[in-house]
């Protein structure tokens, strides 16, 4: 895979599972890495990203463009414009209708999907000015089918739409966006579940043709590639990360028309 030498990433939610492998992953192919987070724990980064890794960090929430604004002035004091942006940053609170209200779906969505229009806002004219970049958004499958959470469901099937949009208006200036769509992603956030269910993965690999769930390192290794020039011709692509989960119902399919195996 093309390297990233000389180039500088934008990488939101750096601080959580998915954003930490991000950042080596991209770091060790020779990125800069501009880590932002909401979490304070995030200025930690570039020290344990090692020496090899030029980093630097900066704290806002995503959710409001003049933190952005200033977070993004910041990392670019440090490290120079921004070549590629990693819109990763999202969460999910509320699990049903039924326990989300107008002022938590208002949460969701500016999270999941206003916040990486904020990002990217600010970085557009970055990607501009070099006549080339690559926009990669962390989806999710729940913007493709129906799994629950529906804010954020309704949040990352607008992120699919915008991405989208970012490439047919966009790719005029060089620039390419893509989207990735992890299924179930084993990361710290379900520590909590297994505690409670310490069963809980053998539970969900029934649902997954691979018979796993994905590692951080599965998402970060795609996102790597839709941002290098090995793709440098695919530009408002879908890309699950799922473990087969979006193909098709398995556990039916199982059961109506495959023969026992």
Partial sequence: ???FGNRTVLITGAAGGIGQVLCRVFGGRGAAIAALDRSDAVTALPDDLGSDIKAAAAVADIGDAGQV??????????????????????????????????????????TNLNGAQNCTHFVLP???????????????????STYGDPAYSAA??????????????????????????PGTVRTPVWEGRVAREPAIFETLLKW??????????????AAAFLASDDAAAI????????????????????????EPF
């Avoid at 970049?133 to 493709?144: C, T, W």
């Avoid at 990352?156 to 769509?181: P, Q």
């Avoid at 473990?243 to 556990?251: D, K, T």
């Fill in 235 to 258: 530009s408002g692509v879908v890309l699950p990360v799922d473990c087969g989960l979006s193909a098709g119902n398995i556990v039916m399919t199982r059961e109506l028309t495959l």
């Fill in 69 to 110: 604004e200033a977070a993004i002035n910041q990392l670019r004091a440090a490290l120079g414009p921004i070549d590629i942006l990693i819109n990763n940053a999202g969460a999910s609170e509320h699990r049903s209708l039924e326990k989300t209200t107008p002022d938590t779906w208002r949460e969701d969505i500016n």
């Fill in 126 to 144: 970055d990607l501009k000015a070099h006549g080339r970049g690559a926009i990669v958004n962390i989806g999710s499958v729940n913007g493709l």
């Fill in 156 to 181: 990352k099937a607008g992120l699919i739409s915008y991405t989208r949009a970012l490439a047919m208006e966009y790719g005029r200036f060089g620039i390419r966006a893509n989207i990735v769509c």
């Fill in 208 to 221: 997954y043709p691979l018979q796993r769930v994905a590692d951080p390192v599965d998402v970060a290794k």
């Fill in 1 to 3: 895979m093309s390297d």
